[in-house]
């Protein structure tokens, strides 16, 4: 099964959140946010008011309780309109 997003929607699988602090101490799943940096999994095609300006594979950054988050095969993904996401990260 697959998820083909509609309109200006964009799908995202979250990149591994920090499971140390910069100190190097171990963080409890419970303690660690969830990551504001995702790949882009799959695209709509857009509207006239919100065209796509991110493609397959950016990874972008996106407020921390930005979009819908649902689960396919054990996979976690979140669904957002590309006006939500605030960078392209380079």
Excluded: F, H, R
Aim: without cysteine; hydrophobic residues 40%; charged residues 25%.
């Amino acid at each position: 099964m697959t998820i083909k997003p509609l309109a200006d929607k964009v799908l995202l699988k979250s990149l591994e959140a920090e499971e140390t602090t910069k100190s190097g101490l171990i963080l409890a799943a419970s303690a660690q946010e969830k990551p504001e940096m995702s790949e882009v999994v799959a695209v709509g095609p857009g509207t006239d008011k919100n065209p796509m300006t991110v493609a397959v594979g950016n990874k972008v950054i996106i407020g921390k309780y930005t979009g819908t988050d649902v689960k396919l095969d054990g996979v976690e993904y979140t669904i957002i309109s590309v006006k939500d996401i605030l960078a392209i990260v380079e």
